[in-house]
């Protein structure tokens, strides 16, 4: 018995004194300080403050790239205003119950399609309009047609096809709300829109 309780005192001390020898040899982490006394890593560590500044960069990096995003946007939102207000994107207008160009027409159109080949980042919309005369479906045709022939035409001055697109709006949309031959010439016409491509 008493050979037993002397092979577990010593048993208990060996392995009390591996573990006190183990955990003194343990490699003692250093910081590494610079000139200033900064904690810097060592190479091929990131130290926390490494890291912060490296997630800083990115995040402003990000911010960058999303306000260059938003100024182009609206440069080109403020250059699409400026094509359609300041270019001339004048209307067409069209006889009574008519779909053919005038000479004046085609002199408009001329323009349209220079300015329009001069600036290949943009698109144009015909939109065909009537006056309020006539039935809604038979005034929805002919403001397709006079949409049409405007589209053929600038199609024939070299413009490609698929930047140009045509809608009637017939005689929802007149440009003046009278109700005598005035308000009703200004209102058989094709109009313009011109956005930016794409």
Same mark, same amino acid.
């Given at each position: 018995m008493r050979k037993t309780l002397a092979l577990a005192v010593i048993i208990l001390l060996s392995i009390s004194l591996t573990c006190i020898v183990f955990t003194g040899c343990a490699p003692e982490k250093k910081t590494?300080? *610079? *000139? +200033? #006394?900064t904690a810097v890593s060592? @190479? #091929?560590q990131s130290s926390d403050a490494d890291l912060q500044r490296m997630r800083d960069e990115e995040a402003r990096q990000r911010a960058l790239r $999303? !306000? $260059?995003l938003r100024e182009k946007a609206l440069r080109e939102r403020e250059a699409?205003?400026?094509a359609a207000k300041g270019s001339g994107f004048e209307n067409i207008y =069209? #006889? =009574? *119950? !008519? /779909?053919a160009l005038t000479s004046e027409a085609r002199a408009t159109l001329k323009k349209h399609a220079d300015w329009l080949q001069a600036n290949r980042g943009y %698109?144009? +919309?015909i939109e065909g309009h009537c006056d309020e005369r006539g039935a809604n479906e038979y005034n929805l045709a002919l403001g397709q047609r006079r949409a049409d022939a405007t589209k053929k /035409?600038? %199609?024939g001055l070299g413009m490609d096809a698929r930047r140009l697109s045509t809608v009637s709006y017939g005689e929802e949309k @007149?440009? *003046? @709300?009278g109700h005598d031959e005035g308000a009703w010439a200004k209102n058989r016409r094709a109009q313009f829109a011109v956005t930016k491509q794409k």
């Open positions: 590494l300080m *610079d *000139d +200033r #006394g060592k @190479p #091929g $999303e !306000q $260059e699409a205003a400026a =069209f #006889g =009574f *119950d !008519q /779909y %698109v144009m +919309r /035409y600038l %199609v @007149p440009l *003046d @709300p």
